[in-house]
């Protein structure tokens, strides 16, 4: 709980640097570059961390840029998961999973607890609906599922470590 506090009042403060929009504007193409930018600035830094430890890994460059897209399915346009209810959503979700998805509602006050849960595939729609390659798109879309897979363990650990 106190790391979860920690992240709070760190998303607070957090900037991307010149260099990491400079590396992210290599990194990404510009089909994929409008769903980073859109993210709120935490979620980018956030998302940067992420694909850093990824690629410092040996991780592909279609898992680096999954690993910049992997939340933004939580920014959909005109609303997105403000940090309150994130916190929320971490609290009950390693307190009843079950619940959480009861509750979760595309519509009224609950839709950011929908937006949480479902975030992956609803990233992966729009990414797909706007061209982005198809292997970046599938790792999107799984990276919250149970899995073997090594590089989507690999983007698992880097997003639980930030």
């Known amino acids: ?32 570059r409008p769903f980073f930018h859109r993210m709120p600035c935490r979620d980018q830094v956030h998302s940067v961390r992420v694909a850093r430890v990824v690629r410092e890994h040996g991780g592909s ?3 680096v840029q ?17 940090v309150l209810y994130r916190g ?5 979700g390693a307190i009843s999973p079950t619940l959480l998805h009861r509750i979760a509602c595309p519509w009224g006050p609950l839709w950011p607890v929908y937006l949480s849960v479902n975030h992956p595939a ?11 390659e198809p292997a970046v798109v599938d790792l999107v879309r799984r990276h919250e599922d149970a899995t ?15």
């Open 61 to 63: 460059d279609q898992l």
């Open 88 to 92: 929320g959503v971490v609290l009950l």
């Open 1 to 32: 709980m106190l790391y979860r506090l920690s992240q709070l009042r760190w998303s607070l403060g957090a900037r991307l640097s010149v260099a990491d929009r400079a590396w992210v504007g290599r990194t990404l193409g510009p089909s994929e």
């Open 148 to 162: 073997t897979d090594n590089d989507l363990r690999t983007l698992q650990a880097a997003d639980g470590r930030h």
């Open 66 to 82: 999954a690993a910049l897209l992997h939340d933004c399915g939580k920014t959909v346009p005109p609303h997105g998961v403000p």
């Open 122 to 132: 609803l990233a992966a729609r729009q990414l797909e609906d706007a061209g982005v």
